[in-house]
């Protein structure tokens, strides 16, 4: 019996991908849910006037995950999800700072000119 020799190359990358198609796992359906809550959220609060950057990051991001999702490559849209949420509620800090900022300076002013805000 004759044993077939594989370029090592070959049978690493075989090894790469069953190791990928095992991991992908469950659909990530609570991460989605998650990250369209904290994007809907950051919305609804007004984020995107304070931190537009990280209101469309977590936007874009979760587009991307619903197309992962579709194409079920769920690592991925977990990924994404996850990343989406993290940018999302990263936006909401800034906007809630910039407020707490804004009062600040209004009381300040307010305090140094002797007038109530």
């Known amino acids: 019996m004759r ?18 198609g095992c991991a992908s796992g469950p659909p990530p359906t609570e991460q989605m849910a998650a990250a369209k809550a904290a994007v809907d959220s950051a919305d609804a609060t007004g984020a995107p006037a304070y931190a537009p950057t990280e209101t469309r990051l977590a936007a874009d991001k979760l587009a991307g995950a619903k197309k992962a999702l579709a194409d079920k490559d769920y690592v991925l849209a977990k990924q994404l999800a996850d990343e989406s949420q993290l940018d999302a509620q990263l936006a909401v800090r800034k906007m809630q700072t910039a407020k707490s900022s804004q009062a600040a300076d209004e009381a300040r002013k307010a305090v140094s000119t002797g007038v109530k805000p």
Do not use: E, I, K
């Open 3 to 20: 044993l077939v020799h594989l370029p090592r190359l070959s049978v690493l990358a075989l090894a790469v991908l069953l190791a990928t």
